[in-house]
């Protein structure tokens, strides 16, 4: 497609349930990265994926969540036994490699943990 | 920690240059300078980049200063949908086996008033 695809756009679920959230990057991009930002917040980095190199989740905030990218192309977020302070709007982006190339960012996933 | 500061905020009258200056005093010779918006609810927006020359495009300008320890982004002719969050990041080129994220500060809080 023109632009990176998440899905769902919005997401509702109930504290201690898990969820998936999913990053469809751009044809031929190959980094890919999730950020979380809280309401009124800045962006918060979460996990950087580039090429077939292991990922950088430095960024991520506790075990409970982890990502996996498949064959190079779409990356899945999994959040599990969600708790509330996990709501928040999940963006991901995708970017050819290089310090010359920007991100694309897709309009997110706006999770929230009820 | 985000490598760069921005005023928190800022008003411009439409119609007029929006003028948006980016403190980076510790960039390294191969950090490029991205600028970035988010408008209420969407995913940032890619708006410009430079190394070491002034740069424009379609959008607005970019001016580095000759140390590169900062730098100006100018919107020329601001108009009410400008209004957003504008983000100025530093982003270093990819070592072999190295890692790198884009840290987003707080930006600054454009409003364009009419």
């Known amino acids: 497609g023109a632009g990176v695809s998440q899905s769902p756009s919005n997401k509702v679920t109930e504290k201690g349930k898990d969820v998936e959230l999913r990053c469809d990057p751009i044809?031929?991009?190959?980094?890919l990265y999730w950020y979380r930002q809280s309401l009124g917040q800045g962006l918060e980095f979460l996990i950087y994926f580039q090429g077939n190199s292991a990922p950088d989740k430095s960024g991520l905030p506790s075990d409970r969540f982890s990502a996996e990218r498949t064959g190079g192309s779409v990356s899945t977020l999994t959040i599990q036994r969600t708790q509330q302070e996990d709501s928040a709007v999940y963006l991901c982006?995708?970017?050819?490699?290089?310090?010359?190339?920007?991100?694309?960012f897709g309009s997110g996933t706006r999770l929230t943990v009820v | 920690d985000a490598k760069t500061t921005q005023p928190t905020s800022m008003d411009c009258a439409e119609g007029r240059a929006a003028n948006l200056p980016c403190n980076h005093s510790t960039i390294s010779g191969n950090e490029y300078v991205y600028w970035y918006r988010q408008i209420h609810s969407q995913g940032p927006q890619y708006i410009i980049h430079?190394?070491?020359n002034n740069e424009t495009n379609e959008m607005a300008s970019l001016i580095i200063t000759e140390d590169r320890k900062s730098s100006t982004l100018i919107l020329p002719h601001a108009t009410l949908r400008d209004t957003a969050v504008y983000y100025c990041i530093v982003r270093v080129s990819i070592t072999q086996g190295g890692s790198e994220k884009l840290v987003f500060g707080k930006g600054t809080k454009l409003t364009v008033n009419p």
């Open positions: 982006a995708s970017s050819r490699q290089g310090a010359s190339y920007g991100y694309t």
């Open positions: 044809s031929g991009h190959t980094a």
């Open positions: 430079g190394l070491k």
